[in-house]
T-cell receptor
Framework: NAGVTQTPKFRILKIGQSMTLQCAQD?????MYWYRQDPGMGLKLIYYSVGAGITDKGEVPNGYNVSRSTTEDFPLRLELAAPSQTSVYFCASSYGGRPAEFFGPGTRLTVL | GQQVMQIPQYQHVQEGEDFTTYCNSSTTLSNIQWYKQRPGGHPVFLIQ?????EVKKQKRLTFQFGEAKKNSSLHITATQTTDVGTYFCAGASGYSTLTFGKGTMLLVSP
């Protein structure tokens, strides 16, 4: 099993550009999460999904969108990138009501 | 909203010394999780605690959940250089999602 995979690993965006961060898991987990981690801080939940077709906002959803058309994939869309979105983004998954157990390697995003 | 505070923010120990990090919540938690993150890496799930007063051990690591379910601790006995990293606690209240603390960074000198 590959576990949780994320692409790209690094990206530099200009202010106002858009991009999609990809996340996929091959463990048949129904729960998937997107977190962001700013330097020296803990993780903050952006969006989460409890199954295909079901998504919900987390603590810091503004400026982001998600979709969950399949169990495996949970892409995160950034519209009109802003410097405040410079961060490391982690996707995670878990089974059932378990906490986020398996994290991807992260995407380091810089918005200039 | 729910807040989770961790202390200390940073600790530097000599290899072989013990280490403890503490986690305190502003609200009663239904469960608490602990994660480890190596520098430049991703969080790795260590354990979940659910019951009041629960104590769990993983080799040299001892995790404790307070009786009032508002605090928790992680204790490492006889640290090794492989223990280096940042340790995060993350708590949940009821059916809410996790709130992470800011973490305790552990440095271990050989």
């Amino acid at each position: 099993n590959a576990g949780v995979t994320q692409t790209p690993k690094f990206r530099i965006l200009k202010i106002g550009q858009s991009m999609t961060l990809q996340c996929a898991q091959d463990m048949n987990h129904n729960y998937m999460y997107w977190y962001r981690q700013d330097p020296g801080m803990g993780l903050k939940l952006i969006y989460y999904s409890v199954g295909a077709g079901i998504t919900d906002k987390g603590e810091v959803p503004n400026g982001y969108n998600v979709s969950r058309s399949t169990t495996e994939d949970f892409p995160l869309r950034l519209e009109l990138a802003a410097p405040s979105q410079t961060s490391v983004y982690f996707c995670a998954s878990s089974y059932g009501g378990r906490p986020a157990e398996f994290f991807g390697p992260g995407t380091r995003l810089t918005v200039l | 909203g729910q807040q989770v505070m961790q202390i200390p923010q940073y600790q530097h120990v000599q290899e072989g010394e013990d280490f403890t990090t503490y986690c305190n919540s502003s609200t009663t938690l239904s469960n608490i999780q602990w994660y480890k993150q190596r520098p430049g890496g991703h969080p790795v799930f260590l354990i979940q605690l659910v019951k009041s007063g629960e104590v769990k051990k993983q080799k040299r690591l001892t995790f404790q959940f307070g009786e009032a379910k508002k605090n928790s601790s992680l204790h490492i006995t006889a640290t090794q250089t492989t223990d280096v990293g940042t340790y995060f606690c993350a708590g949940a209240s009821g059916y809410s999602t996790l709130t992470f603390g800011k973490g305790t960074m552990l440095l271990v000198s050989p």
